[in-house]
């Protein structure tokens, strides 16, 4: 017979903190606590399975599982010496959710269950208080009616503020045994006018009710989307705790409350909480009276802090706190009730915490001895460091949603809303605040994201360019929002009932994807002490090197200060949208005459040199890998007239031939067109320019320092060996002329960025002329599930919350599919050249469950975006951590 129930309290403990996947985390902490000698009230925990099987049998129970909940229920009967339904003695319980992970506040639970009219002259008379018993039972009613019955939370509120203003008085503990009998009898009213159904005055049925609750609320709007932002499978289900009703409301001697055993804001080592006495524990919660600090020391004079008011509760607290951070080694947040200056124990839980906390919680055990080195690295969850980086809003701030998209770059940002990137930049050299709002980005308003605080598109993926380009320069971008409409004409922004013009302000949250109307108070970043001694333990344990996706002088700068050993993607493309060289470009790309082409390529070729130099200098000899142009052909033609007539004027050829040109090249789909090595290899002059602009930038570089400058030269998008063999021929005939000219040689390395499954599945071949891959996951998962990046936005969320998918493939990779090509081309790659050097250069690169398998898959490094570094570098080194553990489990 399956076991569903486990017993906890009351001398009996079924399960233990081990057993979290199948009591959940309450029941497993209950039953933990209980069994290291803390006073927790009996009670019993129904398992996630039984969650499970409630979803999969249509609202329906295992039919064994009443049988057990009876033996439970009778168990906590002895225990407490009451009887659940019984008119003199009634034992009262609660019923509350329990989660395999903490999901605070996200599903229900009902307290003071088994009060009916007549248990509730039993709790009167047993308890001394009949004006505790009708409040107890007009909670009880207010939340089962809520939360089982359905109706409207504030019904019941409406009700209580008009009985308070008749009898005015400002706080319910004010309010009369005989005034809750009349609160009672307008509660119930309320339920059958809603419902069309009395209350249930049957204790049991009211108990399985309330079960049905809670397994019900699992499946809840608020609780879908929790699960969603933080990646919690829905088949996990959650517990049912069932346990002894112990009472805060009393009388003076009784509270409730919820504390940290360490403050979950700084992580410092102090006691922190609040409490309210006479109360149960929603009115902690609930903001209806002000909680009470728990120490003196944190107390203003008109406060009344436990310390001083429960002086032996609140010892023994103390107490528990040093047991159980003890115990369980962690900040543990602690929720409790005091009875007749009895402390009892409800929850402990791994208290959640800022990004700042749970560093300084991890680095302090460590020095304290608490944990080792190593757990202290695993207890910070690499995407959270996006806290420490970048600006956040201020949780205290009013704010009013406009619409939601995807969090496409961390931080927070409000500015004046401006549609286009020109305009952005004049009004950001005028030193104002501005957000650039486009439908979707080109590489054209590059300049334009570069000068704004942030970037909102409606358009496009956690991958599109907005996101791509935003992240590496560190700009907060909110991508592929599509409940708003953007109007170039009008100038305006609608979402719903509110139309924003240009000129007016909005806030954008790229870490949730959130859009806000008007100015949000920010918080500035912060970086401690604690984090260069964390990032340096990482380092200490990683094996993956960690590098940065960079092209300019401030994201190479960026990254060499986040810790970058280097550069593992410089899109050249990226260095040619500036109004000095898009001309040029354009005019190389255009020209049908190998003249005029080799004029246009001859003057860029000092940009490019300066560009790479520069990157040289700052990266002080660590590798710089550099990609030759690879660009999507329509991103660099010219669009409006206007630049149809500068670029005829410049190649001396009619604006008419140069529209029948732009047409010629004009492509379907330009993504799978002309462009990386295919674009080399149709003009190889432009390779020809940049790679001589390479070598003669590290030579240049290499006698100016004395340092030794590797350059790795990557060639994009190659399919085929036969594409890599007449590129790497052509690269190497121009580095031969360049060491003739210059008089010297220096170390060098050409390889391809495998982002193709033809690539990945020849990878034995193309080894055969690499000297490194790098797997360029971007557009590797474009190619293999056949989705594009840009567009798939507005369907992939569906995907992912009906599981479909589990996550978006673009934002975490897709292991079986797009990482099975990962494996193979790097096995087949190793199988013919050893010492083949593999990395990875796609948004991949930055992302934590990524990079642990990455680190399986044995790669030599991963790159990022420079604001992506340290979550990388702590990545790394957690997934290095769990390699070496599973290494060391016996098969």
């Known amino acids: 017979m399956t076991k569903w129930v486990y017993s906890f309290g009351g001398g009996l403990n079924e399960g233990g903190a081990g057993m979290r996947n199948l009591l959940g985390g309450k029941g497993a902490n209950l039953a933990e606590m209980a069994s290291i000698g803390l006073p927790v009230p009996p009670g019993f925990t129904i398992t996630t399975e039984v969650c499970s099987a409630f979803y999969e049998n249509g609202n329906a129970y295992p039919d064994d599982l009443a049988g057990q909940v009876a033996t439970a229920l009778h168990r906590i009967e002895t225990a407490m010496g009451l009887t659940f339904g019984d008119a003199n003695a009634p034992l009262l319980v609660s019923v509350r959710s329990g989660a395999r992970v903490s999901m605070p506040g996200m599903m229900d639970t009902v307290l003071n269950l088994g009060l009916n009219d007549e248990t509730v002259e039993g709790l009167a008379r047993s308890s001394g208080d009949a004006r505790f018993a009708w409040d107890s039972y007009r909670r009880f009613i207010q939340m089962y009616g809520s939360v089982v019955m359905g109706v409207p939370h504030h019904r019941f509120e409406d009700l209580l503020e008009q009985s308070k203003r008749t009898l005015n008085v400002a706080d319910d503990t004010a309010i009369s045994a005989e005034s809750w009998r009349d609160v009672v009898e307008g509660y119930k009213e309320i339920v059958l006018r809603e419902t069309g159904k009395h209350f249930p005055a049957d204790p049991q049925a009211q108990l399985w009710g309330a079960v049905s609750a809670v397994f019900g609320s699992w499946m809840n709007p608020r609780a879908h989307t929790y699960r969603r932002l933080h990646d919690i499978p829905a088949n996990w289900g959650t517990a049912v705790n069932v346990q002894a009703m112990v009472f805060g409301n009393m009388g003076e001697d009784c509270a409730t409350g919820v504390c940290f055993t360490r403050d979950p804001s700084t992580g410092e080592n102090i006691f922190y909480g609040e409490y309210l006495v006479n109360a149960q524990g929603e009115d902690v919660v609930a903001g209806i009276r002000t909680p009470q600090p728990m120490s003196a020391l944190r107390a203003a004079a008109e406060q009344r802090p436990m310390e001083i008011v429960l002086p032996e509760a609140y010892a023994e607290l103390l107490r528990v706190r040093d047991l159980l951070e003890k115990h369980y080694r962690d900040m543990q947040d602690i929720e409790f009730t005091v009875q007749s200056n009895t402390l009892y124990m409800l929850q402990t839980r791994t208290g959640k915490r800022t990004a700042a906390a749970a560093l300084k919680i991890a680095i302090d055990m460590a020095l304290e001895g608490l944990i080792t080195q190593e757990e202290a690295i695993q207890r910070v969850p690499p995407a959270s460091l996006d806290q420490l980086l970048h600006p956040t809003l201020d949780p205290n701030a009013e704010r009013t949603q406009l619409a939601r998209g995807l969090p496409a770059s961390p931080g927070a940002a409000a500015g004046a809303i401006v549609f286009t990137a020109e305009e952005v930049e004049e009004r950001a050299a005028q030193g104002q605040d501005v957000i650039l709002v486009r439908i979707e980005t080109s590489p054209e308003d590059v300049h334009g994201m570069h000068a704004a605080r942030g970037v909102l598109t409606t358009r496009g993926g956690m991958t599109s360019h907005a996101a791509v380009v935003a992240r590496g320069m560190g700009r907060v971008c909110v991508a592929g929002a599509g409940s708003i409409h953007v109007d170039y004409k009008a100038q305006t922004l609608t979402a719903g009932s509110h139309v924003l013009k240009a000129g007016d302000w909005i806030t954008l949250d790229g870490g949730t994807g959130a859009v806000y109307v008007g100015k949000v108070a920010t918080i500035p970043p912060t970086l401690s002490g604690d984090?260069?001694?964390?990032?340096?333990?990482?380092?200490?344990?990683?094996?993956?090197?960690?590098?940065?996706?960079?092209?300019?002088?401030?994201?190479?700068?960026?990254?060499?200060?986040?810790?970058?050993?280097?550069?593992?993607?410089?899109?050249?493309?990226?260095?040619?949208f500036g109004p000095d060289r898009i001309g040029h470009v354009r005019q190389m790309i255009m020209a049908d005459e190998s003249e005029a082409r080799a004029r246009a390529i001859d003057a860029l070729l000092p940009?490019?040199?300066?560009?790479?130099?520069?990157?040289?200098?700052?990266?002080?000899?660590?590798?710089?890998?550099?990609?030759?142009?690879?660009?999507?052909?329509?991103?660099?033609?010219?669009?409006?007239?206007?630049?149809?007539?500068?670029?005829a004027k410049a190649l001396g050829q009619s604006v008419e031939a140069l529209r029948a040109r732009r047409a010629a090249l004009s492509e379907a789909n330009p993504m799978l067109g002309h462009r990386g090595c295919r674009l080399g290899i149709s003009y190889p002059e432009i390779y020809a320019m940049q790679v001589r602009a390479i070598m003669e930038a590290a030579i240049l570089v290499s006698r100016e320092t004395g340092e030794a400058i590797v350059p790795e030269i990557m060639i994009p998008l190659v399919g085929m060996k036969t594409e890599l063999d007449r590129t790497r021929k052509a690269a190497e005939d121009v580095v031969a002329a360049v060491f003739g000219e210059q008089g010297t040689t220096l170390e060098y390395l050409i390889g391809t960025m495998i982002e193709l499954p033809r690539a990945a599945i020849t990878a034995a071949q193309i080894a055969e002329v690499a000297d490194f891959f790098s797997f360029g996951t971007n557009d590797l998962t474009q190619t293999t599930l056949g989705l594009s990046r840009d567009d798939a936005g507005s369907f992939l969320p569906y995907y992912v919350d009906h599981g479909l998918l589990p996550k978006d493939p673009f934002v975490s990779i897709d292991r079986e599919g797009v990482g099975g090509l990962v494996r193979l081309g790097a096995e087949s790659g190793r199988s013919t050249k050893p010492s083949l050097k593999l990395g990875v250069c796609g948004e991949h690169g930055g992302d934590p469950d990524s990079i642990a398998f990455f680190e399986q898959v044995g790669l030599d490094y991963v790159s990022c975006s420079p604001f992506r570094v340290p979550v990388a570098r702590l990545a790394a080194a957690q997934a290095a951590l769990l390699r070496r553990k599973a290494a060391e489990v016996p098969a």
Not at 546 to 556: K, L
Not at 611 to 635: C, K, N, Q, W, Y
Request: charged share 30%.
């Open 531 to 576: 984090f260069s001694t964390l990032m340096g333990w990482a380092d200490d344990v990683r094996r993956l090197r960690v590098r940065a996706n960079a092209e300019t002088p401030d994201d190479a700068e960026t990254a060499r200060k986040f810790g970058a050993e280097g550069i593992g993607l410089c899109r050249t493309e990226h260095m040619f």
């Open 607 to 647: 940009f490019q040199r300066d560009d790479f130099a520069s990157l040289f200098r700052i990266m002080s000899g660590l590798p710089v890998t550099i990609r030759l142009l690879d660009p999507p052909l329509h991103e660099f033609l010219p669009h409006g007239e206007t630049e149809l007539v500068d670029i």
